[in-house]
């Protein structure tokens, strides 16, 4: 989870806007807990947008406007009914947490696409094969949302072709072992072959080839 200092808070026509003190990787359609900020503020918030000017209310038909003139950086806007309008103000306390645990696929899932039989739990091999997991589940979430796949749900994989390169993925890091770069580990003396978790066919399971949005 990844907490985030606000400074500045701001009220119009029931959609809010925080500012925070740092950059976040919060993106859009994501679920946030503010808290320590005041009414109508706090409580668990859903991110409509990540605008990158000031806030200045809605047109006749509802959409957002903003003033291009007054750029503001690490803003969170999401809807929330309130009493009445508040200007933006700093604000000495508030934060807001965000908690992305993506769990796509599942350590059985994975220890069955390896092959390699059971693992024993506890052991050092199971311990690494759920390291694997939840790297594989964090890196492929946060590469779709990056390529504007920012409906996904972090419960569950969006489609079967995303699970299978998520699955690829973490293979590839559990393969991986006891390498420090980007080749196998091992004792032969001709050295290992290199290690590409992110191939071609991956990337084309996860749908991150190119962009999804321009």
Excluded: H
Excluded at 48 to 62: K, W
Excluded at 101 to 118: I, P
Excluded at 177 to 188: E, H, L
């Amino acid at each position: 989870m990844a907490t985030y200092t606000v400074t500045f808070k701001t009220l119009i026509g029931n959609y809010a806007v925080l500012q925070t003190l740092t950059n976040s990787e919060i993106a859009v359609g994501q679920s946030i807990t503010v808290a320590s900020v005041a009414a109508p503020f706090n409580g668990t918030q859903t991110v409509y947008d990540l605008p990158e000017y000031e806030f200045i209310g809605l047109d006749s038909q509802g959409d957002l406007l903003f003033n291009t003139n007054v750029p503001i950086p690490n803003q969170v806007l999401f809807a929330v009914v309130g009493t009445g309008d508040v200007d933006r103000t700093a604000t000495a306390t508030g934060t807001i947490a965000y908690t992305q645990t993506c769990t796509w696929v599942t350590a059985a899932q994975l220890e069955t696409y390896l092959g390699a039989g059971t693992i024993t739990n506890p052991s050092d091999d199971y311990t690494l094969l759920t390291q694997a997991v939840s790297a594989g589940n964090s890196f492929c979430w946060r590469r779709r949302q990056e390529s504007g796949y920012t409906g996904d749900a972090l419960a569950t994989s969006p489609s079967g072709d995303v699970t299978l390169g998520t699955l690829m993925y973490s293979s590839a890091l559990w393969r991986a072992r006891g390498s420090v770069q980007d080749t196998f580990a091992t004792f032969d003396g001709m050295g290992g072959g290199n290690v590409n978790a992110m191939t071609p066919m991956i990337k084309q399971l996860l749908g991150i080839d190119r962009p999804q949005v321009a």
